[in-house]
Every structure is written in C-alpha cells, then in structure tokens.
C-alpha cells in the first residue's frame, strides 16, 4: 500500500469537489507554501509548495483524476515516471502565472530564482542532447550461444500519436503557446566572461522544448505526441557469443530506402548442468571409488549430446580432463 498522502488531503478537499473549488485551494495554498514568502523555513515550503502541485496537476485533470479516484496513486504513476513527481511533469504553469504573474519566470536562468530547481534548470542544462541510440537486449540459452541461431527480435519505436497527430492534447482541445519561451522552445543564458558576454541556448524547461503548454493531455499518448510500436528485425547470432556481447544490426526502414543500426546486447540465460568459463564450457560429473582407483569409461552430457570419456586409473578428486 501506499505511504503518499491523499491528494484530496492535501488540497483541503473532499472527493466530490468541483473544477472551481480545486482551483481555490490551489491558489490559496500556492500562496501560503511559496518558497520566496516562507524566509523563515523555505526548504519546508519548497516540499509543501511541490506536494500541492502534484495534488493540483492530478485532481485538475479529468482524466488523472479518475484513475486516481479508481486506483489511487497507482492509476497516476506512468504519467510520473520511475522517480515520481517532478517539476516537468507540471503542466499548468498559466495557472502559476495567473496566481503570481509572468514576472515569476522571468528571472528564471541566473539570478537564484526557486524555479530555476524547481523546473530542472540542472537537469536539463545548457548543453548538447545526449546522442540517441537504439539497444535491445535478447536472451539465449547457452545452447544457442555455442552454435549460433537466427531470430526474430521486437525493437520498439516511437511514432506520432493518431489520436492528436503529435499535438499531445486530448480531442477539442488545443495546446497554447508557452509565456515562458513565447513558444520558440527554447531559452538564452547570458553569462559575463571577461570583458565579453556568452550566450547559451538551450530548451526551454517549462515547455521542454516544445513551445506549447498542454492543459489537458491526450488518452492515448498521454500528452507526449508519440506512441509506442514495436518492429520487428532478423539478427542472426554467430557461434560461440558469450553473455553480454553486443551486436550491431542495421536494418531497413521506409521501403529499405533508409538504414537504422541497431545495437543487440545478449544475455545467455544460465545453465543446469554446464557453466562457462572464456571460451570452455565446464561440467561436473560424480563416479564411483572403483572407477577412480581402478580407471573407466563414463558417459557425459555435452552440448553435442552424449559422449563416452575414458577416466584414467588413480583419479583423483576434482580431476580435470
């Protein structure tokens, strides 16, 4: 069960409230918990001031509410994401900016503003996007790794919503433009160097980079514009891979007029029997006294198939061969 507070609890309200009632007590607490009027105790307010918004962007939205109201925190977690609630996934900053005015943003980027961490100003930066690259991991037995096999892998992608043709908004309605970047997308940092100036450009942390603010997010994508499908690609894996080889796979996409790579990570599931050590595949194998003191011939797995060893006379425990 969850140890996360009621949303209707932190908003002062009960679970019949209206639109009109949950916007009041947003106001009225964004007010009382903003970390620039709480001098006193603004770490307090930050964790106040953030605990009310998540409340805020769940019960605010028709959609988020009823799965909260069906399932609890549960219904809401994959629009949250692994690591919970965070500042990104706000998506009612024109609300903010009704209660505190536009000049709350503004100072954003380099004068110590709250929203500089609230809306991930270090997280997002100023440098380049990391380089986007597509990995897969498959499992194989180490049967499959000894002598090699060609299979049928699902490699997913992302494809334009159908639902809100990349928009992300739900049906009837439609994304405004970001106050924040006026909907460029992105944001300029001056920084003094010297007797110079530098300028940065980079995302814009409200809209991500987008230039839209959505108010009411798609069903079906929700609110990312995209989807997520599966393709399916060959990747034929040579004799003798060990576990965590990686093999790149180019594949055709649009008609083979275009060439992906595609990078496959193995994974060789454990044996019963066999374990491998480099390039040996080993095995125990339990006889009797009399064959050890006086030499056999003993059959044993291998992943050929059976085999007939010959034990030779005064083996010894943990012999070798």
Not at 249 to 268: C, F, H, M, P, W
Not at 302 to 319: E, R, V
């Amino acid at each position: 069960m969850s140890d996360k507070k009621d949303y209707y609890e932190i908003l002062g309200l009960n679970r019949t409230a209206s639109k009109e009632e949950i916007k009041a007590a947003y106001r009225a607490l964004a007010k009382k918990f903003h970390p620039d009027l709480n001098k006193d105790n603004p770490k307090l307010a930050e964790v106040k001031f953030k605990e009310i918004s998540e409340a805020y962007e769940v019960l605010i939205d028709e959609d988020k509410r009823a799965r909260y109201d069906q399932y609890g925190h549960a219904g809401v977690a994959s629009d949250f994401g692994k690591e919970g609630f965070t500042w990104r996934d706000f998506s009612h900053v024109s609300d903010l900016e009704d209660i505190f005015g536009h000049d709350i943003f503004s100072d954003f980027f380099g004068r110590g503003s709250i929203f500089s961490d609230f809306f991930g100003a270090r997280r997002w930066g100023f440098g380049q996007p990391e380089e986007y690259v597509k990995r897969v991991q498959v499992e194989i037995t180490l049967n499959q790794a000894y002598r090699g096999i060609s299979t049928e892998v699902a490699v997913p992608h992302m494809e334009i919503c159908a639902e809100c043709s990349g928009s992300g908004a739900a049906k009837g309605t439609v994304p405004k433009t970001c106050t924040n970047c006026k909907g460029k997308g992105e944001m300029q940092q001056e920084q003094l160097q010297g007797f110079g100036r530098i300028i940065k450009i980079g995302a814009c942390p409200i809209c991500r980079g987008r230039g839209k603010i959505i108010d009411h997010s798609c069903l079906n994508c929700h609110g990312s514009g995209e989807v997520q499908k599966l393709d399916k690609i060959n990747v034929k894996i040579p004799p003798g891979v060990d576990n965590g080889t990686t093999l790149k796979v180019t594949a055709d996409k649009a008609g083979g007029r275009l060439k992906e790579d595609i990078y496959v990570s193995l994974s060789v599931q454990p044996h019963p029997i066999f374990h491998r050590q480099g390039s040996d595949i080993y095995m125990e194998k339990t006889i009797k006294l009399t064959e050890a003191v006086l030499g056999s011939k003993v059959e044993v797995p291998t992943l050929d198939g059976n085999a007939l060893m010959k034990i030779p006379p005064g083996t010894q425990t943990d012999s070798l061969f």
